[in-house]
């Protein structure tokens, strides 16, 4: 049985900084590109970062490379999202993605980041 586990989110302050996790199981990790994604209350979802699997490449929504950085421990099963300067806009739920090259494709559950003063 296949599980994302996202982690991380949580209540921060404009210009603050939140790493989240994301923990995969019952797959091989290794060969899976993963993306995170977010959606915002009335909003898509929108492509937040991916990163292929070995980790050698990256890509970024709109604007927010810069300030999100995606990165991967295939050790470890998991794929990480470190975001910095936050901002208000960035509020949403994040959901970690896995896909293969047969197109097996997992999503988490979700994990809330809410940006506010």
């Known amino acids: 049985q296949v599980q994302l586990v996202e982690s991380g989110g949580g209540l921060v302050q404009p210009g603050g900084s939140l790493r989240l996790s994301c923990v995969a199981s019952?797959?091989?990790?290794?060969?899976?590109?993963m993306t995170w994604y977010r959606q915002a209350p009335g909003k898509e979802r929108e492509l937040v970062a991916a990163i292929s699997s070995d980790g050698s490449t990256t890509n970024y929504g709109d604007s927010l490379k810069g300030r999100f950085s995606i990165s991967r421990d295939n050790a470890k099963n998991t794929v990480y999202l470190q975001m910095n300067h936050l901002k208000s806009e960035d509020t949403a739920v994040y959901y970690c993605n896995a896909c293969n090259t047969f197109s097996l494709n997992y999503w988490g559950q979700g994990t809330q980041v809410s940006i506010s003063s």
């Open positions: 019952g797959l091989r990790f290794s060969s899976y590109r």
